[in-house]
């Protein structure tokens, strides 16, 4: 029985974002946002190499999850899944290259399918994308989440993440470096709207919904390069839980930070 998920974030942010999931047995790849090579860097520091990919997953279309897509795609022939409307989008993205259409495995929003080992939930979320989704992945015995992405979330997103054995969730900014920052006036509105980024503390506020006796890791991912800081994303989000309507507080869960633009060491859940 392989009651473990490794997770492995290769890079998170703004400019570029790769996450490997694992259980020893089936390997997949979450986003290929970075280049080939970083990918490549990235799996070798768990001994691995992106021909043991038994899939690449993208959660949307934007250059910072797809820019290495194509070299992957072309090189090592992995199969891509994504919704319809995701595959529009990269089909469409010039940058990526030409990618054969026969890798691509057309998935639903909130239908189940199973790669190796692993159970891959696609969660509907709100982003200025085609057809967005986070993810929820399923091995024999551990749950993991990975949600980022996402301006608002909604019921039946809170409901999504529950009895998760870990979450990876997105922190983008601190709300008052983004009001003083230098990105101008409507690209901060896109932010903050419901089809944006999370900031730290709704990062938090969710978090506070979906705490559990069974979550032990939370992984905050996704930061914003120009508004936000590792520690403040730690800092607002560990007291949005303290400040949460439950049980719980933050020193009862392992919370860390991915690395912008290096692999964080190897999570085993």
């Given at each position: 029985m392989k009651d473990f998920l490794n997770l492995l974030s290769i890079a998170s942010g703004s400019s570029g974002n790769s996450i490997y999931v694992g259980d020893g047995q089936t390997h997949l790849l979450i986003d290929a946002g970075i280049s080939g090579k970083r990918i490549?860097?990235?799996?070798?520091?768990?001994?691995?190499?992106p021909a043991q990919l038994d899939a690449v997953f993208v959660t949307h279309e934007h250059a910072?999850?797809?820019?290495?897509?194509?070299v992957l795609a072309r090189k090592y022939g992995?199969?891509?899944?994504?919704?319809?409307?995701?595959?529009e989008g990269i089909l469409e993205t010039k940058s990526v290259g030409k990618i054969e259409e026969s890798l691509f495995c057309p998935i639903r929003q909130d239908e189940m399918i199973c790669v190796g080992s692993l159970r891959i939930d696609p969660l509907p979320v709100s982003h200025d994308a085609r057809e967005p989704v986070a993810?929820?992945?399923?091995?024999?015995?551990k749950r993991l989440g990975i949600i980022t992405d996402l301006g608002c979330y909604t019921e039946e997103i809170v409901a999504g993440l529950q009895n998760m054995d870990?979450?990876?969730v997105e922190a983008n900014h601190d709300e008052n470096m983004r009001q003083v920052g230098p990105y101008p006036y409507p690209l901060k509105q896109r932010i903050l709207?419901?089809?944006?980024?999370?900031?730290?503390?709704?990062?938090?506020?969710?978090?506070?919904?979906?705490?559990?006796?069974?979550?032990?890791?939370?992984v905050l991912g996704h930061l914003s390069k120009e508004n936000n800081m590792p520690e403040l994303a730690y800092e607002a989000v560990r007291l949005e839980i303290n400040m949460s309507d439950n049980e719980f507080c933050?020193?009862?869960?392992?919370?860390m930070v991915a690395k912008r633009n290096e692999p964080m060491e190897l999570l085993v859940i």
């Amino acid at each position: 029985m392989k009651d473990f998920l490794n997770l492995l974030s290769i890079a998170s942010g703004s400019s570029g974002n790769s996450i490997y999931v694992g259980d020893g047995q089936t390997h997949l790849l979450i986003d290929a946002g970075i280049s080939g090579k970083r990918i490549e860097q990235g799996l070798a520091t768990i001994g691995l190499t992106p021909a043991q990919l038994d899939a690449v997953f993208v959660t949307h279309e934007h250059a910072d999850h797809i820019a290495g897509l194509g070299v992957l795609a072309r090189k090592y022939g992995i199969p891509i899944y994504a919704t319809g409307g995701t595959i529009e989008g990269i089909l469409e993205t010039k940058s990526v290259g030409k990618i054969e259409e026969s890798l691509f495995c057309p998935i639903r929003q909130d239908e189940m399918i199973c790669v190796g080992s692993l159970r891959i939930d696609p969660l509907p979320v709100s982003h200025d994308a085609r057809e967005p989704v986070a993810y929820r992945i399923y091995g024999e015995e551990k749950r993991l989440g990975i949600i980022t992405d996402l301006g608002c979330y909604t019921e039946e997103i809170v409901a999504g993440l529950q009895n998760m054995d870990a979450l990876f969730v997105e922190a983008n900014h601190d709300e008052n470096m983004r009001q003083v920052g230098p990105y101008p006036y409507p690209l901060k509105q896109r932010i903050l709207g419901q089809k944006g980024h999370l900031s730290n503390e709704s990062s938090g506020r969710l978090l506070g919904k979906v705490l559990s006796d069974r979550l032990k890791y939370i992984v905050l991912g996704h930061l914003s390069k120009e508004n936000n800081m590792p520690e403040l994303a730690y800092e607002a989000v560990r007291l949005e839980i303290n400040m949460s309507d439950n049980e719980f507080c933050a020193e009862d869960f392992t919370v860390m930070v991915a690395k912008r633009n290096e692999p964080m060491e190897l999570l085993v859940i």
